[in-house]
Nanobody, 116 residues
Framework: QVQLVEFGGGLVQAGGSLRLSCAAS????????MGWYRQAPGKQRELVAR????????NYADSVEGRFTISRGNAKNTVALQMNSLKPEDTAVYFC?????????WGQGTQVTVSS
């Protein structure tokens, strides 16, 4: 099993920045990718950014490309999402995600609110 805990989030004005962090515990050696998803009210959960642990390839949603950066922390079991130039439409609950070879794990989510 993998447990995920998110840090960061909060309220920021449009144009501002926030940084989210996620720490994994448990069977971290089984993780093959980590990422961030978000879900706005009335909408489906969507991928924001994803990072593979082997090869360190990344992919981003078109809506955040160039504004958000996903990175691994110094510790193998951490991943961060730096969010710059935030827009009101970025408002959502952000979830940390970890994929193993067998299943998918989710954090509890952290609220990001961007005011106009």
């Amino acid at each position: 099993q993998v447990q995920l805990v998110e840090f960061g989030g909060g309220l920021v004005q449009a144009g501002g920045s926030l940084r989210l962090s996620c720490a994994a515990s448990g069977s971290i050696s089984s993780i093959r990718a980590m990422g961030w998803y978000r879900q706005a009210p009335g909408k489906q959960r969507e991928l924001v950014a994803r990072l593979t642990t082997f090869g360190a390839s990344t992919n981003y949603a078109d809506s955040v490309e160039g504004r958000f950066t996903i990175s691994r922390g110094n510790a193998k079991n951490t991943v961060a999402l730096q969010m710059n130039s935030l827009k009101p439409e970025d408002t959502a609950v952000y979830f940390c995600n970890a994929d193993t070879f067998l299943d998918t794990h989710w954090g509890q989510g952290t609220q990001v609110t961007v005011s106009s």
